[in-house]
Nanobody
């Protein structure tokens, strides 16, 4: 089982990026798929998640700016980020779980390798 996150990069304040998380060995529509981010020296932070049902949750810090979607045919989950701010700079991770507790990183059993997003002011 593997999750491959990609799409990070350097973007200016107010810009947009789309992250992708491609799964192999696991069907994304049969798991709750989460996005987290982490800044060095800080705890990993919940960004959002799309459940098996298709319902989506976001953290308050990204609600209205970030959008999670899923393409079952490509077995891929996306994180569309808009109106990016310097405080969004972090390594972003995708992860999968069967647990209903999608906001807690400890509930996830498979993690991608992370992709760095840098927002410059």
């Amino acid at each position: 089982v593997q999750l491959q996150a990609s799409g990070g990069g350097l973007v200016q304040v107010g810009g947009s990026l789309r992250l992708s998380c491609v799964a192999s060995g696991r069907t994304v529509s049969r798991y709750n798929m989460g996005w987290f981010r982490q800044v060095p020296g800080r705890e990993r932070e919940f960004v959002g998640a799309i459940r098996m049902s298709g319902s989506i949750s976001y953290s308050d810090s990204v609600k209205g700016r970030f959008t999670i979607s899923r393409d079952n045919a490509k077995n891929t989950v996306y994180l569309q980020m808009t109106s990016l701010r310097p405080e969004d700079t972090a390594v972003f991770y995708c992860a999968s779980t069967k647990s209903v507790g999608v906001r807690q990183d400890a509930n996830y059993d498979v993690w991608g390798q992370g992709t760095l997003v840098t927002v410059s002011s």
